[in-house]
């Protein structure tokens, strides 16, 4: 006994016993991660330029490491990804903000939303024609009024009312929308010739739908965020909304599980609640973001005809960013993992 214990006093005295019990982690050491997405649809390497394919990997670093970059500081997971969202709401390459498609009357109707995993705290924007920076209406949303969602010119009187920039509908206008506003006019009217417009708004046209623009964060004082921005769907019509202003459907964050930003075909990602579907088998089923991701784009979405992709952080800082289509604009970046950016699918990489 008396030997035991001499022997434990002298493993204390070199440190062996006492070092299992492990620090606790300093700020820098905690995990940090963000992902953003840019879109999915049919991007494939024989429908893009190689100048064009520059651009678009330029943009999703920018964004990356705006949102990056405030983690690093310390900052939270709501700021970096607003901070990212807003990075591609000015780029003319994405479907939201500044390049949002056209609908069926020949204007803009943007919506938006961000959710918080620490409180579950959410605001959405939808319809809205004027505000330069929908993510940010619905941050306002979130913080300064007692709703989570707004629409149309509800919404465009309350981000007026907070101060937030206004723009005339025109600011969103852009060439080459425009010219995907004309494509889809033409087919839906040789339908509409036939009768079949039914048929048309049924059937879906992925290529006219890329680009909506998500974000999903860890910060390092534990907090997820999630945010999604978009333009919709081209030629939409009759005061159509998406699953991007859906909280449960395009965007979700829980602190206990995970946080999804969505892209696809946004009626799906509605009727499936993918995002929240997505955190609550992570939550409920002790599943990786990696199996609930893919099982739900894959085994729930897919087989149901929905098309799409999401980007998923994890309470760990782990991320998957799981798609059905040929590609999904996309980069990450972690203090674990360096900064990667893709657009193909895996057979392109
Ligand atoms: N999900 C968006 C919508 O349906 C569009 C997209 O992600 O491309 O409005």
């Given at each position: 006994m008396r030997m035991k214990r001499l022997m434990l006093a002298t493993m204390v005295a070199v440190g062996l016993v006492g070092c299992t019990e492990e620090a606790p982690k300093t700020h820098a050491e905690r995990p940090i991660a963000i992902a953003i997405h840019g879109g999915a649809g049919t991007i494939t390497r024989e429908n893009m330029s190689p100048e064009r394919e520059v651009l678009f990997r330029q943009a999703l670093t920018y964004a990356t490491e705006a949102g990056y970059a405030?983690?690093?500081?310390?900052?939270?997971?709501?700021?970096?990804?607003?901070?990212?969202?807003?990075?591609?709401?000015?780029?003319?390459?994405?479907?939201?903000?500044?390049?949002?498609?056209?609908?069926?009357?020949?204007?803009?109707?943007?919506?938006?939303?961000?959710?918080?995993?620490?409180?579950?705290?959410?605001?959405?924007?939808?319809?809205?024609?004027n505000i330069r920076s929908p993510?940010?209406?619905?941050?306002?949303?979130?913080?300064?009024?007692?709703?989570?969602?707004?629409?149309?010119?509800?919404?465009?009187?309350?981000?007026?009312?907070?101060?937030?920039?206004?723009?005339?509908?025109?600011?969103?206008?852009?060439?080459?929308?425009?010219?995907?506003?004309?494509?889809?006019?033409?087919?839906?009217?040789?339908?509409?010739?036939?009768?079949?417009?039914?048929?048309?708004?049924?059937?879906?046209?992925?290529?006219?739908?890329?680009?909506?623009?998500?974000?999903?964060?860890?910060?390092?004082?534990?907090?997820?965020?999630?945010?999604?921005?978009?333009?919709?769907?081209?030629?939409?019509?009759?005061?159509?909304?998406?699953?991007?202003?859906?909280?449960?459907?395009?965007?979700?964050?829980?602190?206990?599980?995970?946080?999804?930003?969505?892209?696809?075909?946004?009626?799906?990602f509605i009727r499936f609640h993918v995002a929240a579907d997505i955190c609550s088998r992570v939550k409920y089923q002790g599943k990786s973001i990696a199996e609930a991701g893919n099982e739900v784009i894959h085994n729930v979405l897919l087989p149901a005809g929905g098309t799409g992709g999401v980007i998923i952080v994890d309470n760990k800082g782990n991320i998957s960013m799981p798609f059905n289509t040929e590609g999904m604009y996309r980069a990450s970046k972690s203090n674990s993992t360096e900064l990667s950016v893709g657009i193909y699918g895996p057979e392109q990489q």
């Open positions: 405030v983690l690093e500081d310390g900052g939270s997971s709501v700021d970096a990804v607003q901070a990212a969202i807003q990075m591609m709401e000015e780029s003319p390459l994405f479907n939201a903000g500044r390049g949002a498609v056209y609908t069926y009357e020949g204007r803009h109707e943007l919506d938006a939303s961000i959710m918080l995993g620490a409180t579950g705290e959410a605001g959405a924007v939808a319809g809205v024609g993510i940010a209406a619905a941050r306002a949303v979130m913080e300064q009024s007692r709703h989570v969602m707004l629409s149309g010119s509800g919404a465009e009187e309350f981000a007026r009312y907070v101060g937030l920039e206004q723009v005339s509908n025109t600011y969103f206008n852009t060439t080459e929308r425009y010219e995907q506003l004309q494509q889809a006019l033409e087919r839906l009217r040789a339908r509409e010739a036939t009768g079949d417009q039914i048929a048309f708004e049924q059937s879906w046209e992925p290529a006219f739908n890329m680009g909506t623009v998500g974000a999903v964060a860890l910060d390092s004082h534990g907090n997820l965020a999630a945010g999604t921005s978009t333009g919709g769907m081209t030629a939409k019509r009759w005061g159509r909304i998406g699953d991007a202003p859906v909280i449960g459907a395009g965007t979700w964050a829980d602190n206990e599980s995970c946080a999804v930003s969505a892209t696809g075909h946004g009626e799906y």
